[in-house]
């Protein structure tokens, strides 16, 4: 439930919306919106979770770990955020923390990201550990630690996208929601304002025509 929406300014929502204002069907719609869903919204999870198990078992501390991706000029996926900041904290993390330290039999996966997000927030605030790093690393501590896979079995189920789709299992309710919305309050076509997307040309090229 914790990733069903975040609201209608996200990619995803956004072509949701446009797309049902447009008077496409349901499914159209949801569609559009999930055709986002990748390393830059959403689709982190899959990624954040091979990185880390990657250092964790490779036996990387973490400054070792950030200062390696920082080498191979790399984003650590699943760190940082647009709004939210170590002063602005995600309270859908928060919960999801809590309940991951009282449920979960250990959570080493989840301790050494911690420890990767004070260093990465020490060096600008908003780089946390967000909520698809959290879910990636703390499902990989569910699988390692619950007893009922292998660590061949939890790695394949990472390796396959699993985890990315929770995320989009989560997201595909809050699209269907704005979908409906946008039906309800009977939404005409979406026309995107000028001013966004308007443009001054240089000097050297008033009067250019292309044709």
């Not at 990733?3 to 496409?24: L, M, Q, W």
């Amino acid at each position: 439930m914790v990733t069903a929406d975040h609201g209608p300014a996200v990619s995803g929502a956004h072509n949701c919306i446009v797309t049902a204002r447009a008077g496409k069907d349901l499914v159209s719609s949801l569609c559009s919106g999930l055709l986002t869903i990748g390393d830059r919204f959403g689709g982190a999870l899959d990624a954040a979770a091979k990185q880390f198990s990657d250092a964790y078992d490779k036996g990387l501390i973490p400054m070792e770990f950030v200062n390696e991706m920082r080498k191979q000029g790399k984003l650590i996926m699943g760190i940082g955020h647009r709004v939210k900041s170590i002063n602005n904290p995600d309270m859908r993390v928060k919960i999801l923390r809590d309940y991951a330290h009282s449920t979960f039999p250990a959570t080493p996966l989840l301790d050494y990201a911690t420890k990767v997000e004070k260093i990465t927030t020490s060096k600008k605030p908003n780089l946390i550990l967000n909520v698809d790093g959290f879910i990636g690393v703390a499902m990989v501590d569910m699988l390692r630690n619950c007893g009922c896979f292998s660590l061949e079995e939890a790695n394949e189920y990472v390796e396959i996208g699993a985890l990315n789709g929770l995320f989009v299992l989560g997201r595909s309710m809050g699209f269907i929601g704005h979908y409906l919305d946008q039906c309800r309050l009977k939404q005409g076509l979406y026309r995107h304002p000028w001013d966004d997307i308007s443009y001054i040309m240089p000097e050297n090229m008033t009067g250019y025509n292309p044709m």
